[in-house]
């Protein structure tokens, strides 16, 4: 895409000859590149190494591993590349709550969102934020708590010493640094830590994909709300605004939308109410992308984001209701709902939804059912989404599917965590996300103040020390 438009060589020549330093690179010591290949320099960073636990991603898994840690007594690490905390949750502009019932952190971040009349809707496990407020709140929590995080940082590289990671390498405006602990938790989503230490993983439906597709969601400001209520799913404190429930809002937006013209990508193109006149849009799947596919992701970015405004135009012209409908805000991250599914100690399974597993080391119980969506723009016309063919009963999460199999030191918590293509349909939502980063966190604490691997800790220790923290009571 954008390759074409952007001459490497020619921006390296002016960035030198414009006195740019490049650091840590000394570029006339770069020895040329070989046919396919180039070989790095070697260098020295600067190397950090005052944290027990470094968690990398802050998405709803890594807020809670590194908010637990640090008030577990951790001195505590936290890295994002993106400009804010909280994932897809703010990054993404997410807006809905799945499967937040839960004791623990969950319940702290429902009250403390009700404090700010920042959630819509009563109900204590499915619900709307407002992504603005969520971003200020996880800054608090995370301050609060002691955490260091750096924004804008992106973890680069991996590095064992023999089975043990050791050390990680970070990208950001500082250069390259590298960072020590003895305990890191993976928290990226992507499994991407787990993958550049060397640890075996899944992805998608089988080893190349199909994965589940993208969405880029966007805010999107209304003249009046009330007026288009018809079309606004899960609207004010009842679940399921119409009489036929969440479906009629849905296909009675799809309806207007084939009035202006437009067939979305995405079969159920859904409208959640914010606040007021602000409601957020859902509205696009992109098919077929690889989650580590830069390439890929950006030309999906850039297609979807065209497709909110076109979408956006067409409704506009209707005029009526749809006059003055404005975008205020595309997400900063395409919403990835499928990546690398590190190998733990235990890896979940399609039969623990079916028979409902207990687990000795129970971290969660995970009452979200199976949502598959299409992997394909011919599957989106005949089943949009998919359940797993399966009567699902709530399951838990043991803490050994959140420690990695192949790797010590490491843990994952969140999407990237152990289990099969259908459990991690279900377990996904970002509730189970809370609760398994709250789990790997005080693990991880435990872990680090006594010298131990993670699989060493009994999960009764951790549950213990939640309670003792007054955190899971
Ligand atoms: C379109 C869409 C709709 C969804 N709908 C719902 C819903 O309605 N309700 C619900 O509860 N869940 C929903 N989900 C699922 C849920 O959002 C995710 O599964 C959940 O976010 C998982 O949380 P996480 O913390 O594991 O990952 P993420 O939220 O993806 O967070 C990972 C974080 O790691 C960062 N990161 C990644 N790589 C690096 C790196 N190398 N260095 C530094 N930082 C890095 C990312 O920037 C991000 O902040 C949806 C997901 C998508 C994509």
């Given at each position: 895409m954008a390759s074409s438009r952007f001459n490497r060589r020619a921006f390296f020549k002016s960035a030198i000859a414009g006195g740019a330093v490049l650091p840590g690179i000394d570029a006339a010591a770069a020895p040329a590149s070989d046919g396919a290949f180039f070989d790095e320099p070697a260098q020295k960073l600067a190397l950090k190494d005052d944290a027990d636990v470094i968690v990398c991603g802050a998405g709803p898994a890594g807020i809670a591993a590194a908010v637990t840690a640090a008030?577990?007594?951790?001195?505590?690490?936290?890295?994002?590349?993106?400009?804010?905390?909280?994932?897809?949750?703010t990054?993404?502009?997410?807006?809905?709550?799945?499967?937040?019932?839960?004791?623990?952190?969950?319940?702290?971040?429902?009250?403390?969102?009700?404090?700010?009349?920042?959630?819509?809707?009563?109900?204590?496990?499915?619900?709307?934020?407002?992504?603005e407020e969520m971003k200020v709140l996880l800054e608090e929590m995370c301050v609060d708590a002691g955490v260091k995080f750096q924004l804008h940082t992106r973890v680069s590289a991996a590095f064992r010493e023999g089975s043990r990671l050791r050390t990680i390498v970070t990208d950001s405006k500082s250069g390259r640094q590298a960072w020590r602990a003895p305990i890191f938790?993976?928290?990226?989503?992507?499994?991407?830590?787990?993958?550049?230490?060397?640890?075996?993983?899944?992805?998608?439906q089988d080893k190349d994909c199909p994965c589940q597709p993208m969405t880029m969601n966007a805010l999107a400001v209304v003249k009046d709300a009330k007026a288009l209520a018809e079309f606004i799913s899960f609207n004010g404190t009842d679940e399921f605004k119409g009489p036929g429930g969440h479906l009629t809002c849905v296909e009675a937006f799809k309806a207007e939308l084939r009035r202006a013209g437009i067939e979305t990508s995405y079969g159920h193109p859904t409208i959640f109410p914010v606040r007021d006149d602000l409601v957020m849009l859902m509205l696009n799947h992109e098919y077929g992308i690889k989650p580590w596919d830069a390439e890929a992701i950006s030309e999906a970015t850039v297609r979807s984001r065209a497709e909110v405004f076109r979408v956006m135009r067409a409704l506009r012209k209707l005029g009526g209701v749809w006059e003055g409908l404005q975008i205020a805000a595309t997400a900063e991250q395409i919403g990835v709902r499928d990546g690398r599914r590190v190998h733990g100690r235990y890896t979940m399974t399609r039969q623990d939804l079916v028979e409902g597993a207990r687990q000795k080391d129970a971290v969660a119980r995970v009452t979200f059912g199976v949502d598959i969506h299409a992997h394909s723009r011919e599957k989106n016309d005949t089943e949009t989404i998919s359940h797993g063919d399966l009567k699902m009963k709530p399951y838990d999460i043991p803490l050994r599917a959140?420690?990695?199999?192949?790797?010590?030191?490491?843990?994952?918590a969140g999407r990237c965590i152990s289990g099969d293509f259908i459990s991690h349909a279900s377990y996904r939502v970002t509730g189970n996300s809370v609760a398994m980063g709250e789990a790997a966190g005080v693990i991880a604490a435990l872990a680090a103040a006594s010298k131990r691997l993670p699989h060493e800790v009994e999960w009764s220790e951790g549950a213990a020390k939640l309670a003792a923290m007054g955190q899971r009571v």
């Amino acid at each position: 895409m954008a390759s074409s438009r952007f001459n490497r060589r020619a921006f390296f020549k002016s960035a030198i000859a414009g006195g740019a330093v490049l650091p840590g690179i000394d570029a006339a010591a770069a020895p040329a590149s070989d046919g396919a290949f180039f070989d790095e320099p070697a260098q020295k960073l600067a190397l950090k190494d005052d944290a027990d636990v470094i968690v990398c991603g802050a998405g709803p898994a890594g807020i809670a591993a590194a908010v637990t840690a640090a008030r577990a007594g951790a001195r505590t690490r936290l890295f994002e590349v993106h400009g804010c905390l909280g994932g897809v949750w703010t990054a993404g502009l997410l807006t809905y709550i799945f499967d937040f019932d839960k004791p623990g952190l969950t319940r702290e971040i429902t009250r403390r969102l009700d404090e700010r009349d920042a959630r819509r809707s009563k109900h204590p496990s499915r619900f709307v934020y407002e992504p603005e407020e969520m971003k200020v709140l996880l800054e608090e929590m995370c301050v609060d708590a002691g955490v260091k995080f750096q924004l804008h940082t992106r973890v680069s590289a991996a590095f064992r010493e023999g089975s043990r990671l050791r050390t990680i390498v970070t990208d950001s405006k500082s250069g390259r640094q590298a960072w020590r602990a003895p305990i890191f938790i993976d928290t990226t989503g992507d499994g991407y830590l787990g993958a550049q230490a060397g640890c075996g993983w899944e992805v998608g439906q089988d080893k190349d994909c199909p994965c589940q597709p993208m969405t880029m969601n966007a805010l999107a400001v209304v003249k009046d709300a009330k007026a288009l209520a018809e079309f606004i799913s899960f609207n004010g404190t009842d679940e399921f605004k119409g009489p036929g429930g969440h479906l009629t809002c849905v296909e009675a937006f799809k309806a207007e939308l084939r009035r202006a013209g437009i067939e979305t990508s995405y079969g159920h193109p859904t409208i959640f109410p914010v606040r007021d006149d602000l409601v957020m849009l859902m509205l696009n799947h992109e098919y077929g992308i690889k989650p580590w596919d830069a390439e890929a992701i950006s030309e999906a970015t850039v297609r979807s984001r065209a497709e909110v405004f076109r979408v956006m135009r067409a409704l506009r012209k209707l005029g009526g209701v749809w006059e003055g409908l404005q975008i205020a805000a595309t997400a900063e991250q395409i919403g990835v709902r499928d990546g690398r599914r590190v190998h733990g100690r235990y890896t979940m399974t399609r039969q623990d939804l079916v028979e409902g597993a207990r687990q000795k080391d129970a971290v969660a119980r995970v009452t979200f059912g199976v949502d598959i969506h299409a992997h394909s723009r011919e599957k989106n016309d005949t089943e949009t989404i998919s359940h797993g063919d399966l009567k699902m009963k709530p399951y838990d999460i043991p803490l050994r599917a959140l420690i990695a199999k192949d790797v010590d030191g490491l843990m994952m918590a969140g999407r990237c965590i152990s289990g099969d293509f259908i459990s991690h349909a279900s377990y996904r939502v970002t509730g189970n996300s809370v609760a398994m980063g709250e789990a790997a966190g005080v693990i991880a604490a435990l872990a680090a103040a006594s010298k131990r691997l993670p699989h060493e800790v009994e999960w009764s220790e951790g549950a213990a020390k939640l309670a003792a923290m007054g955190q899971r009571v």
